[in-house]
């Protein structure tokens, strides 16, 4: 089969996630073949740096005859069982010890999902259940924030704070409210995006991230304590743009929610497993969560897995005072994927990866990333980990490009024909690559960056020709 097969059956058949169907086949998929270390291939042959590690997930790279080797022996040994009633297999019990182990000293249980998804599903269930039990019915409200991601279920879309998944399909879920998002750089460099004050003058990043969590305060007071059950919060917002929060912030939410009883969420989904130098961002921000989604770098995205791990506080509510949770999934603890989530976390740590990112290959991504800063289209260089954002902007103004321009779709589309995945969110450009990334990947990686910039830049001086937004919808996943 060749390209234009694939393709043909691609469109004859294959409605893709976060896709805008009729544009996709129109243009045709890129079809990927095969992928080792930081690099996929497609069907022209073109090795391409994934600068995204697959969907933020591929921790480990791609290519690890480890874990091939972990989901063989599993599926030879026990392809499935499940632990509905009253059974368990080891591979499950021994990724929930493993698990509990490298979470803070305060989380010694989880349950076990097949998503991220299906972890934010969990949460919202167990949150609100968990008040029930303590003889506070009324404690349902959770508190989110605008441009968060907590997935694409029905719980996920009400929880996260997409403005364009919230128009489609609702209603959503009752009893979630959304504060505003500690993006500085968005909405509070030039006081852009604060509704009903109009364009103010620049703030000060760390002001502006206590305004943010006065903003949360003001939130619980208006509901009321007596009706909040929770926040929950990514720990550095991904597909909302790698929105690093400014160094005040978690330390002021942190002050708002030791005022009042409520549950802290930390959505470890991308953070987690070594993205920002810590086996979870709770522990790089020192929060405490009662409960912490996790799915993506937990199996390197070989295989779906997710789950929740859940803090004492919850953990003995449920299981001194609750009786039976009505809850879970058919693949709950997945044995196959269990088994290759265990030799996952196992091998990020023989290695140290995890170290790796704080103390070496993430400072040096931050060094080199942040010289970009000097090229006239970046207004802002920002990483944190193996995380990394540019913003955008009108080298003629400094100020962001009108979004109708689709600026980032052109630069993340002369990013991938130069051979690099880049994501773009708007106009912030985003990287987050496998944790075991070499700095000489990490050069090639800045020199493609650099010269998709310089096109970018290219194509906006040509006379005439405002660049033509790929029809595309940007995919917030
Ligand atoms: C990807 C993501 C999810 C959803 O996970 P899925 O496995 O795609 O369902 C939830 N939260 C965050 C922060 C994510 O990035």
Redesign the pocket.
Known sequence: MHTRDYQALDRAHYLHPFTDFKALGEEGSRIIEHAEGVYIHDSEGNRILDGMAG??CVNLGYGREELVAAATEQMRQLPYYNSFFKTAHPPAVKLAETLCRLAPAHVNHVFFTG??????DTVLRMVRRYWALKGQPDKQWVIGRKN??????VA?VSL?GMAPMHAQGGPLVPKIAHVRQPYWFGEGRSGEGRSGEGRTAGQDPEAFGRECAAALEAKIQELGEENVAAFIA?PV???GGAIIPPESYWPAVKAVLAKYDILLVV?????GFGRLGEWFGSVHYGLEPDLM?I??GLSSGYL?I?GVLVGDRVAETLIEEGGEFFHGFTYSGHPVCAAVAQRNLELLEAEGLVDRVRDEIGPYLASRWKALEAHPLVGEARSLGLIGALELVDPATGERFAESRGVGTLCRDLCFAGGLVMRSVGDTMIISPPLVISRDEIDELIDKARAALDATLARLAEPQSDPRPDPQEESP?
């Open positions: 969907l933020w998503s991220g998804s299906e972890a934010n968060a991601y907590h997935g694409s279920t996920g996260g990514e917002q991904g597909a959505d470890e989904v991308i953070c989604p799915a993506k779906p997710g996943a």
